[in-house]
Structure formats: C-alpha cells, structure tokens
C-alpha cells in the first residue's frame, strides 16, 4: 500500500521564478492539503483539496495556488519566488468526508525542500 | 481560531527511561481532536497519538499516551522506555472536528527530543 509520495524531493530557484510541486496521496485517500515548514518552525497551513475544488486556504498569498487532478493527485504553484518561500512543502492525503466519521487521519508525505537563492 | 503551545524548544532523557512533552491549546471550537506527530530528521511527519476533545478516557498506543486535561487545555505526550530511535522532533497539533471532514491542522513549534545512552 503506498503512501503519500512528493516530487521533486529537492528544488533550488531564483527569486522572481515560478516552481510546481507534486503530490500523490495515500491510495484511497480522496483530500489532500498542502502545509508549508519554514526552519525550525511547526507546519502551517497553505489549503486543502477535495473534489477537484479548494475547500480551505491559510493565510498565504494568492502568490501560491493548487490544483486538484481526478485521480486525487496535487499541485501546488508558487509564483514570483521570495527569499521567504524556501521551506519544507508537506503534503498531507485524508479521506474526507468520510460518513460518520470525526477522526480523519492525515498521513503526511517525505515533503519538498525547496531553496530559493 | 486554535493555537498550541510547545514550551519546550528541547528535551533531553536517558534511554529507558519516560519522558514527558508538553502541549496546551486554545480554540473556541466545541469539538475537536487533539494529535503529536514525530518528525525525525528525513523529514516526514509521522502520526503517533489521537485524543478526541469528548473522549473520556487518555489514549494510549503502545509506549506513546496522552495526557488530556480538558479543563487545563493541556494535552502531553509521554514516552514509557524511550528508545535511541526516538530521538526527532515532536509536534503537538489540533483541530475542529466536524463529522466527515479532514480540517486544517494547527501545530505547535515542537519540542526536539534527544535520547541519551
């Protein structure tokens, strides 16, 4: 059964660059949400997919945008890179809108180290 | 709005031994679940423990258990027999809780635990 899984694993951009990253959520798994880890700090939310549509957004600027495949695959974009943009980027599958269900797990993939110089 | 609290940027514990992590929250929610992951250095956050905000008994799982205060906003890791391969960083994180959705999570800073010989 495989997991969460992010490509590329390592990025390294300019400011100003563009940059996409991938994720593919755990098999079965239909949602996806994408959190951003800067050094030393505690993940934080950027937004979440479901359906194809995004269903909750953090605070981060529309600089940073997603995409939601039907096969529950996701993008994410990140325009006119800042200094302030390199980070971890995780990406996270649950099963949403599960019936009757509360506790919906999210398993987290090995993430995205990106470097902007 | 939910907010956590990690106040303790590190840990130290001899291996066999039990140690405790702390984790307080705020949220205005009414019902929410309350979770520690462990990130070891790869990166990849990995889930440990789950504690329902109506759950009346602490969760356990296997040498991982929840100390939940309800009334404190209080909700602490413990490590019976800590092991050398637990040294990594512990997040504690929450969210609402609402039936049939994965819902952002919100996490604290961490607490990085080392394990000693």
């Known amino acids: 059964d495989a997991g969460v899984t992010q490509s590329p694993t390592h990025l390294i951009k300019t400011r100003g660059q563009q940059v996409t990253l991938r994720c593919s959520p755990k098999s079965g798994h239909d949602t996806v949400s994408w959190y951003q880890q800067a050094l030393g700090q505690g993940p934080q939310f950027i937004f979440q997919?479901?359906?194809?549509?995004?269903?909750q957004r953090g605070n981060f600027p529309d600089r940073f945008s997603g995409h939601q495949f039907p096969n529950y695959s996701s993008e994410l974009n990140v325009n006119a890179l800042l200094l302030g943009d390199s980070a971890l980027y995780l990406c996270?599958?649950?099963?949403?809108?599960?019936?009757?269900?509360?506790?919906?797990?999210?398993?987290f993939g090995p993430g995205t180290r990106l470097t902007v110089l | 709005a939910q907010k956590i609290t990690q106040t303790q940027p590190g840990m130290f514990v001899q291996e066999k031994e039990a140690v405790t992590l702390d984790c307080t929250y705020d949220t205005s929610d009414q019902s929410y679940g309350l979770f520690w992951y462990k990130q070891p250095s790869s990166g990849e956050m990995i889930f440990l423990i789950y504690?329902?905000?109506?759950?009346?008994q602490n969760a356990t799982e296997g040498r991982y258990s929840l100390n939940f205060q309800k009334a404190r906003k209080s909700a602490n890791l413990v490590i019976s027999a800590s092991q050398l391969g637990d040294s990594a960083m512990y997040f504690c994180a929450m969210r609402a809780l609402v039936t049939g959705t994965a819902s952002k999570l919100t996490f604290g800073t961490g607490t990085r635990l080392q394990v000693t010989l």
């Open positions: 997919y479901y359906e194809e549509e995004e269903r």
């Open positions: 996270a599958s649950s099963l949403g809108l599960a019936a009757g269900s509360s506790y919906n797990e999210q398993f």
């Open positions: 504690q329902g905000s109506y759950d009346e």
